[in-house]
């Protein structure tokens, strides 16, 4: 099969791709740095040539609500008008578990997500859409948005995150499988407190900053109530734990730094 990964050089992008190819299929990443952008159009028309399945794990540079709408909605309208042209017949979409409730109360970011989801559902087009957690790759990232002085105010939240690797294979294997013409969720097999989680993962990498799960805390800028960013009953449970992850990661990034040491 011929897919198309769009945000194929990025952290799931770049993981869904390989995982395709490993498997025998004809992909072709569609990004910026390999000059076709989904955004403005450039080169889009060329790549999805002979395009079964678009796998659009694009992501916006800006998180303030103008500027990821137009990103989203002008990419998502682009893609489309120019799938439907080439004869696409599954439109994938990556985008957040409780994406409806985040955008009623947040707005954002969020509500600019939402529009993305709008905009597929009522094209008319075979899609489906692939909800998952944050993941575990960002929980550092988290931690460091947070931090003032010293000290990291995380918002007092839970959280079920899950691995870039399972995300992308969540991702692969709704690409293969028929149009959902719907969401599917995905989430880790864990429920943390989103302090809990931030402080291990600090200790882990000693790290000494002080955590502090604070009520008035906003997550990337946005008021939570303490279950909004938990998925429904009947999400699908991703297999890899938190600690096995950490561990994983850390001999990966350990190897790497002894392959660097002896250049």
Do not use: C
């Amino acid at each position: 099969m011929r897919i198309a990964v769009i945000g194929g050089t990025g952290l799931i992008g770049s993981r869904v791709v390989a995982g395709l190819r490993a498997t025998g299929h004809d992909v072709v990443v569609v990004a910026r740095a390999v000059g076709v952008d989904s955004f403005t159009g450039d080169g889009l028309a060329e790549a999805l040539a002979g395009v079964e399945t678009i796998v659009d794990v694009s992501n916006s540079s800006y998180t303030d609500e103008a500027g990821a709408r137009e990103f989203f909605s002008g990419s998502t309208l682009n893609l489309i008008t120019y799938g439907e042209a080439a004869g696409v017949r599954h439109h994938v979409v990556l985008s957040v578990v409780g994406t409806d409730r985040l955008a009623a109360s947040e707005g954002g970011y969020f509500q600019a997500k939402a529009e993305q989801e709008r905009l597929l559902t009522a094209s008319g087009r075979p899609f489906s859409i692939v909800h998952a957690t944050q993941f575990f790759e960002f929980v550092r990232s988290i931690t460091d948005a947070a931090t003032r002085q010293g000290i990291a105010h995380v918002a007092d939240v839970l959280i079920q995150p899950m691995a870039a690797d399972d995300v992308a294979a969540a991702v692969a294997r709704t690409a293969l499988g028929r149009p959902t013409a719907g969401i599917v969720e995905f989430a880790g097999p864990e429920v943390f407190e989103l302090g809990y989680l931030a402080a291990r993962e600090l200790r882990f990498r000693r790290d000494r900053r002080e955590v502090l799960s604070d009520p008035l805390a906003t997550y990337f800028g946005a008021r939570l109530d303490r279950w909004e960013l938990l998925p429904d009953v009947d999400a699908t449970i991703a297999p890899t734990h938190f600690h096995d992850w950490q561990v994983a990661s850390h001999d990966g990034e350990a190897a790497l730094s002894a392959a660097v040491a002896t250049l």
